[in-house]
């Protein structure tokens, strides 16, 4: 009967391995197969682990070296051509962990992980579908307004006396409006986007279900490949910053609802059009640290200028309290202790992320930025101290 796999031969040959066996021809392989048949044994089937190399011969020394270039320069490549992959792969990962205090408390609730998974991703559905359903045709209707009044926008592009006008005069608004739907080219590359888009957010939920559901074997996973000795003090301080992750997003998100709802009501009293699209854009754009709100304030504040000057000079003040509001007393409230970062250290960490990743990087910056300064305060200042 054939050995298996895993079960040399009695003569340290496998039976499913280069046979026809001959020891005159492989000559000192045949001795080596001798003693390899010596120290299999049946809890070792195949052999115990050999002494380290000599990392001090030059050769290692030079092989590393040269080995370690290609390998970085290689790695450098693979990252340049999977950029936008990687992206997605990073930004499901971070919602896993922003989703893993929810699935957390549900499990020491008693409830298998599997179905607080389920819960979970249940409850999000049905209230992104729920909102959709409700806020769906209000879009439609404003933007349908929105796309009627377009001609009387342009027209008062064109009349130097509107602001409109001189706004555009000085910005070339309407060149730029014109030249990036004129064509069918652009209308294609529209449509190339949005496809683009809605297939990158269905890959997105699709990653972010199974990080969900496979987080416990990931973490052990990442653990396995610290050495034993630090293990312990790596997985303090790695659940440390997963829990600063998952609060920052759960609480980010909680703020971000309040703005958007507290700018639609604001909207819906001064009568404001297009309320409900810009109390949408308000709520997303505030999920971006310190830019988002500052944008979504301006954008609010000029469509408020359609209707008055006093409404105009209202909303300003209106966002100018929120924003207060929202830094001294809906932040430290909501995401309390999650993440302890300088305001000039927020403020660069958004516009590091957001030059080198765009908008992913904008949305991710505060949370690598806390777990950056909480590797530095528990590693490496200890070890500055004391060299």
Known sequence: MPASSSDPAADGHHHLAGQPHDDESEGPVAQAEAEAAQI?????????????????????IGMAAAGGVAVTYGLVLVVVGLREVLILIGLALFIAIGLEP????????????????????VAAVGAIGGFLTAAIPVVVAQATQ??????????QAQDHNS???????RLHLQQAIENSLSGGAGLLNAGVAVFGALTNLGILVV?????????????????????????????????EICAKVGGYVLGNLVISVIAGVLTLVWLLIFDVPYAVLLAIGVAVLDLIPVVGSVIGGAVVSLVALTVSLPAFLATIGFVLAYRFAEDYLL???????????????????VLLGGALLGVVGALIAIPVAAAALLLADEVLYPRLDRA
Do not use: C, H, M
Request: aromatic fraction near 10%; charged fraction near 25%.
């Open 207 to 239: 990653l972010t279900v199974y990080f969900v559901a496979d987080l416990p074997r990931i973490r052990v996973a990442l653990y396995r490949l610290v050495p034993n000795s630090r293990r312990p003090r790596a997985i303090l301080i790695g659940d």
């Open 163 to 169: 602001w409109l006008g001189q706004l555009n005069e």
């Open 331 to 349: 932040v430290p409230r909501i995401i309390g202790s999650a993440v302890k970062v300088p305001a000039l250290v927020t403020v660069v960490a």
């Open 102 to 121: 929810l699935v957390s408390w549900l499990v020491d609730r008693r409830l298998p992980r599997w179905l607080a998974v389920t819960a979970v991703f």
């Open 146 to 155: 929105l796309v009627a009044k377009v001609p009387d926008y342009l027209r």
């Open 40 to 60: 299999s044994e049946s809890d070792q089937p195949l052999g115990t682990i050999g002494e380290r190399f000599d990392r001090r011969s030059p050769f290692l």
